[in-house]
């Protein structure tokens, strides 16, 4: 530079810029540099005078480099990405290289280099001195050669934050001298000074002055801003726009909102989540309005667009090779009386061809099958708040025991915040169980109290995070007065050490205990099992604990259908861990392994301990993963095959 010092007009224009020539416009052809009507799916590009082109690009090396620098500008010219893609004709060459001039000079602002300069020549030409009818050579690949002289890294000098009076400290946001000059570091310190003033109730927040100086005799850049914060202002009003058949009071009380309250941009959000949550609209947007009203309240517009059907349905299969097939379908509607009011009602049939397909489990009677109607009314109690009730009947025939059921829940969920959740219900059951022992009836009452704690970043295919769950189930035997606890703590954790999450690590591990009774006295279907999908993968479905004996002496009254099948227990410890390798983007290979126990006890008995291995495969998909695991027990017992097979949809925890 010839001049002590120069100023730049604006860093968020230079960030603009960035911004802009980051981004690519849509395909189709290209014309002069520029593309139309592009697709992502369009690689076929129809180029109109193609010519080709190589380019060479040539950096003063720095001194303050740390190696990163020519791998960010290199990264950054569209010359080098699209070397292999011919442009149109010499203009568009031409085009193209001013338009990766300004990205190059973009990214040494970006890496806080605001001497450096830029030169891009074609054919030795520089191209500040190529006239636009200017032509190339074109029977050989036209050369073009960049040359970067980046110039010293620049550190923040002189730093003045004025916010009229609010207190702020500068150096929580990195603004501090000596701190980094890069520009989006400076622009993101910004931004989060804006969304901290917003945050703190002030929705007009304002830039009045700002001045960016970057002084070459030093290698600084001094930053002056001052800001107006405005004061803070309570929300007013909720005002909701298209609705058709919801509600629209409805609608402004779920946004939840409450008039006189403090400005909150987080507020804002969670009106938005707990609107879309509803199902019932297509898009929501909740922003606040633009001046105060006359009050000096801030109202609130809400805008909708509902769905185009509320009614929905589906259908859905199963495999294994040790439980059969099953069919599943479901029917329901999401605005039952004009308040998102869901109802929907499940069937399903399972084990068809059980027994034939395993060839060991024991002998059943025919499908099992499963009802049920639940209906949902969402702000019952608050608008973080729904109810559920639901009726449910079915028949199972796993290995200890057959059940035939019939159960009405009615309860409250209510979301604590994004990660919380707290559902307590009244739950009334009337079964009939058959195991070896013989045929007993059962009428319960019970309060299941459920807690979950998540985090993680995806439900279905989930790369970080937590995942916890607390159940406690006091219940009540009318048949026999027994009275007993159920207590169980789940939890998952998943971290990915690498940045393109090509590994995933997760681990899963289950505790629980029956309080109060000894394990006669509880139904069957209450009790601890491990084995299956979704426990310890390659055994039977609750086949791991105790069992009934192998043989019953004759006339002992003992069912013999039920011979060697595990009966449960009171205590039980089960886990998971795998390693979720992706191979390329959409495919992961799944190594896993299983474990678990169950005791009659109330504590674990680790003396039958089961392990479970195998290898899975995933395909990524947009709607979840695609699942497959063939998973082999370690330890089997003699009603496990020798290995079983799973698919899903989503990871397997």
Known sequence: MTTKCRQIAGLAAVLAVSLALASSPATGFEL????????????DLAVINPINYTVNVEMT?????DGSLA?????????????????????????????????????????????????????????????????????????????ILPGPKYALGAVSVDTAGVPVDPSEYGLVPGGSAASTDVLDAESKLFRDLRNDGRPFVAVTDRDIIADAADDRLDYRIAVSPGERVPFGETWVT???????????????????????????????????????????????????SEDGRLPVQVEVAERQKFGFYGVGATYSNTEGAGFSGYVGHRNLFGRAENIRFDASVSRIGATAVSGNAREIDGIDFDTSLVFKKPGVLG?????????????QQPLGYDRLFLTATSGVEYKIDDAQTLKVDLQGEYEEITDYLGTREYIIGAVPILYTFDNRDNELNPTDGFYAQAALEPSYGFENSAFFLRSRLDGRAYYSPLESDRLILAGRLGYGTIFGADVLDIPNNRRFY????????????????????????????????FEDTPVGGLALFEGSVEARVGITENIQIVPFLDFGTVSDELVPNFSNFKLGAGVGARYLTSFGPLRLDVAVPLDPGPRDADFQIYAGIGQAF
């Open 61 to 65: 090396p720095a001194p303050d480099d």
């Open 71 to 147: 791998y960010n500008l290199e990264s950054a010219s569209v010359l080098v990405s699209d070397e292999e893609e011919p442009v149109s004709g010499s203009l568009g060459l031409i085009a193209k290289a001013k338009q990766d001039r300004k990205r190059l000079v973009a990214a040494l602002y970006e890496n806080a280099r605001y001497d450096g300069l830029v030169y891009i020549f074609i054919e030795g030409r520089n191209i500040s001195d190529i006239a636009p009818d200017a032509t190339f050579d074109t029977s050989r690949p036209v050369p073009v050669l960049i040359r």
């Open 242 to 292: 298209g609705t058709e058949t919801v509600d629209p009071g409805f609608v402004a009380y779920m946004a939840g909102i409450y008039a006189d309250e403090t400005f909150s941009p987080e507020e804002l959000d969670r009106a938005r989540k707990r609107l879309v949550d509803l199902g019932v609209f297509s898009s929501v947007t909740v922003r606040e309005a633009k001046a105060q």
């Open 32 to 43: 002069f540099g520029m593309k139309f009507f592009e697709s992502e799916d369009d690689n």
């Open 530 to 561: 491990a084995g299956g999908g979704g426990s310890v993968r390659g055994y039977e479905f609750q086949s791991i604990g105790p069992y009934f004996p192998s043989t019953t002496p004759p006339g002992s009254g003992f069912n013999e259908r």
């Open 383 to 395: 608008p973080d708040s729904v109810y559920v009730g639901s009726i449910a009947a079915g028949r």
